[in-house]
């Protein structure tokens, strides 16, 4: 990857002397920028995420995968071993994609290609074999590793990589975004970028001694690599790594291994849910804390959730390119949720200008600019190859989102759609949460999408995609209901009663593929 990275000072960024445009690498897609301010503690890179578990608790649990597990002395000499082994094979920046299921080698290959200065690539194996070498080309990567590859190196090398070598700020991170609205773009994140999430998790969320967290969702998803593996050891815990995400299997990992948090989508909530039923509070689980992203959750659903497992979920919004959740709820506010604390929210018009609270615009992330935060957070390097989708949404030192949303009187935010999902109908802008939100208040529906279709008459006309509880439930009955609490205009012209809602590894509902379902 070469030319992706400007040397500068690392320190606080003048923010008065930025400008909206960013200075982008026309070749590679990606921004040239002065290096933002080393968090307030914690490690500088992920390279170096294991030094302060080896030096203060080398002999603790960091990863259990089944019956095996390593040590923090144990996994640090399994990832010292693999980079080294990967340093010897091509050059620093180059690619290497990872398209392993679940397990601890996959944490290690992660690890271990970061401190080999290489740039991590997690595909989901559960793609196609065309699309994933499209992505591996899309990504220029050097290497595949997957089930049954025979590029694993010889790892018994004596001179190992150290993270002094490392440049936090170069590329070390490569992920494809959902595609919920289109083909994938490749976005690129630096070691530094990763770090966040979990060192601002140590000041949300207090560390207990026994943190065990559950990393069930497909570990190939950056986010998830982030939120789970990544954030339970820096905060000192144990990452419980399971391929098993059916609920019964779920449920099993986490009483035998004494889990005590849970990274979630919404189906998994419903799952678990379901699977405990009613009486389930009754059951003694170690869980503590159980964080939601990837898609809205219905209210319903939380409370179901709530009365099975006992635990009020957390809400998590962000964004592959930020690259986690930069906002969250909490217990005393369920439908909105306060800024991570690295980052500022604010809400733009259609010029790009500031508005203030409790109007609807779209949705801006950037740094703080005071406290022991303050200029440390930056959001994605880029998208990699695409340098004008890059100057799209890198604004001065912060990201455009294409979310709509407002910020209450207090600063908390309520994400209410995305700009290309509002429908035009006969003139009319119709939100599809808003039609959501009408047909999710029946008693028998689970889940709903729903979505602009195109109409030779309107422009586009609504149509709603649902995942019903009865059986006997028909989509005349649920128009007749939607009837009841819309008006006219919003009214869907047609209703589909699906099994599932088609989903990305992350929970998003992929909204080309609902648009599909009537055309």
């Known amino acids: 990857m070469p030319g992706l990275y400007r040397p500068g000072l690392v320190g606080m960024p003048d923010f008065a002397a930025m400008t909206d445009r960013p200075d982008i690498d026309h070749e590679t897609g990606l921004v040239r920028r002065t290096p933002p301010r080393r968090y307030p503690f914690g490690p500088s890179s992920v390279a170096a995420v294991l030094e302060t578990g080896v030096r203060h608790h080398p002999d603790r649990v960091a990863l259990v995968d089944g019956h095996r597990s390593w040590s923090y002395r144990e996994l640090d000499q399994e990832v010292g071993g693999l980079a080294a082994a990967i340093a010897r094979t091509g050059a620093a920046g180059d690619v290497i994609a990872w398209t392993l299921p679940n397990s601890a080698e996959l944490v290690i290959g992660f690890l271990a290609t970061l401190r080999s200065g290489r740039v991590w690539f997690g595909l989901n194996p559960r793609i196609s074999a065309d699309a994933r070498r499209r992505l591996v080309r899309r990504g220029d990567a050097t290497h595949l590793v997957e089930t049954g590859s025979d590029w694993l190196p010889d790892t018994h090398a004596q001179t190992r990589p150290t993270a002094l070598a490392i440049d936090p700020h170069a590329p070390a991170a490569m992920a494809a975004t959902s595609g919920s609205t289109g083909e994938p773009k490749l976005v690129v994140h630096s070691q530094h970028g990763l770090l966040w999430p979990g060192l601002a998790s140590t000041e949300t969320e207090p560390i207990e001694g026994d943190d065990r967290t559950l990393c069930a969702l497909p570990l190939t998803t950056l986010t998830l690599m982030v939120l789970g593996p990544l954030t339970s050891l820096l905060r000192g815990g144990t990452a419980v790594v399971s391929s098993d995400s059916t609920p019964a299997g779920l449920l099993r990992v986490i009483e035998e291994h004494h889990v005590t948090r849970l990274v979630a989508v919404p189906t998994l909530l419903h799952d678990l849910a379901e699977e405990l039923g009613e009486g389930g509070a009754d059951r003694p689980l170690t869980l503590r804390s159980v964080l939601v992203g990837g898609a809205g959750t219905t209210p319903e659903l939380r409370e179901r959730f709530e009365t099975a497992i006992g635990i009020r979920p957390v809400l998590s919004y962000g964004l592959s390119e930020t690259p986690t959740g930069v906002a969250r709820t909490d217990a005393a506010h369920p439908h909105s949720a306060i800024a991570m604390p690295p980052v500022r929210i604010s809400i733009l018009d259609d010029d790009l200008r500031e508005l203030p609270r409790g109007t609807t615009g779209r949705i801006r992330i950037g740094p703080v600019?005071?406290?022991?935060?303050?200029?440390?957070?930056?959001?994605?390097?880029?998208?990699?190859?695409?340098?004008?989708?890059?100057?799209?949404?890198?604004?001065?030192?912060?990201?455009?989102?294409?979310?709509?949303?407002?910020?209450?009187?207090?600063?908390?935010?309520?994400?209410?759609?995305?700009?290309?999902?509002?429908?035009?109908?006969?003139?009319?802008?119709?939100?599809?949460?808003?039609?959501?939100?009408?047909?999710l208040r029946h008693p028998a529906v689970r889940e709903v999408s729903v979505v602009g279709v195109p109409d030779p008459r309107l422009g586009e006309r609504i149509a709603a995609a649902v995942v019903v509880d009865d059986p006997l439930l028909d989509p005349e009955s649920l128009r007749m209901h939607a009837r009841s609490v819309l008006t006219g205009d919003r009214v869907p012209s047609e209703i589909r009663i699906v099994d599932a809602l088609p989903r990305s590894a992350l929970g998003k509902v992929i909204r080309p593929d609902v648009v599909g379902l009537f055309v």
């Open 369 to 439: 600019m005071e406290g022991h935060w303050a200029g440390t957070w930056q959001p994605m390097l880029g998208y990699w190859r695409q340098p004008d989708a890059t100057a799209a949404v890198l604004h001065g030192d912060g990201l455009l989102t294409d979310d709509l949303g407002r910020l209450d009187q207090a600063g908390r935010l309520r994400v209410v759609g995305r700009m290309n999902d509002v429908i035009v109908r006969g003139g009319t802008n119709v939100m599809p949460v808003e039609v959501e939100s009408a047909l």
